[in-house]
């Protein structure tokens, strides 16, 4: 189901920054660099240089692996709409001082989970010191919970690896930012053309069919025309701001469907 969006990321060169697909190069160095950093960094040369501890400064990270996606998107069944990923320091360590985090993000990008436990990298607890599985974990705690106690005996380590097995997120733009300003060019990104169709195309109709789950959590205007449904949750207004995926919210009543679990 989503050979074709894997093949397009499969085309980014990972030998060198800037980290980007070919075909969004163009639009990333629009308007004389406004939108994208395009100044290859390592962790040393970032702390180093005038970005770090520069709050305003909401470019792109092209230095970062881009993060079209996460988990394993031809078996997870229940998907999560958002935004772009965001950015942490820990991530330019992550990526440049941790073999093991590197070459997690490189497989995700590539959808490589041979001998992955938990192929949704960011429920991992190997990389807990990580901002990405602070951010999930979080978000998720209550609903990991209940899926603990109903189907694991109340283990949250196997709750934890069941979700991130069947868990996978899209994001609308691929690129790392503190903050999205990019508005503009969310049309002009093959990138989120590729993202959009296939959530239209594979998983929208997979969820009205009853196979899968699709939570949009932010900008569901760009993500195109999505119908709510039982299986396709359309967050709105304050919703969208906070993402929460707790039990009580739309999106988590419809992860515990998905495990046959009443909110």
């Known amino acids: 189901m989503p050979n074709d969006l894997i093949d397009f990321w499969r085309r980014v060169d990972l030998s060198r920054a800037p980290y980007a697909h070919p075909?969004?190069?163009?639009?990333?160095?629009?308007?004389g660099g406004k939108y994208a950093d395009m100044e290859s960094k390592d962790f040393g040369s970032f702390v180093a240089g005038s970005r770090f501890g520069d709050f305003k400064d909401n470019r792109f990270h092209l230095s970062l692996l881009p993060a079209p996606y996460g988990g394993n998107l031809a078996?997870?069944?229940?998907?999560?709409?958002?935004?772009?990923p965001g950015f942490g320091f820990a991530d330019y360590h992550a990526e440049y001082k941790s073999a093991a985090f590197r070459a997690r993000a490189?497989?995700?990008?590539?959808?490589?989970?041979?001998?992955?436990?938990?192929?949704?990298?960011?429920?991992?607890?190997?990389?807990?010191?990580h901002g990405g599985f602070a951010w999930w974990e979080k978000k998720l705690r209550k609903t990991i919970t209940r899926i603990a106690e109903a189907r694991f005996n109340g283990r949250y380590l196997d709750a934890l690896r069941n979700l991130s097995r069947?868990?996978?997120?899209?994001?609308?733009?691929?690129?790392?930012?503190?903050?999205f300003g990019a508005h503009g060019l969310i049309k002009k990104l093959e990138s989120s053309k590729k993202a959009k169709a296939f959530v239209r195309s594979s998983l929208i109709p997979a969820a009205l069919a009853g196979g899968k789950t699709v939570i949009v959590t932010r900008r569901d205007a760009d993500?195109?025309?999505?119908?709510?449904?039982?299986?396709?949750?359309?967050?709105?207004?304050?919703?969208?701001?906070?993402?929460?995926?707790?039990p009580e919210t739309p999106g988590g009543k419809a992860i515990l469907r998905r495990y046959g679990i009443n909110a």
């Open 23 to 31: 075909d969004d190069l163009e639009a990333l160095a629009s308007k």
């Open 75 to 84: 078996k997870a069944d229940i998907f999560i709409l958002l935004l772009n």
């Open 106 to 129: 490189e497989g995700n990008l590539k959808q490589d989970f041979d001998g992955v436990e938990f192929p949704f990298l960011w429920l991992d607890p190997e990389f807990c010191w």
């Open 166 to 179: 069947r868990l996978a997120q899209i994001e609308l733009v691929p690129y790392h930012s503190p903050s």
């Open 223 to 246: 993500w195109g025309t999505l119908h709510p449904s039982e299986h396709v949750i359309v967050y709105k207004g304050g919703l969208t701001r906070g993402a929460s995926l707790g």
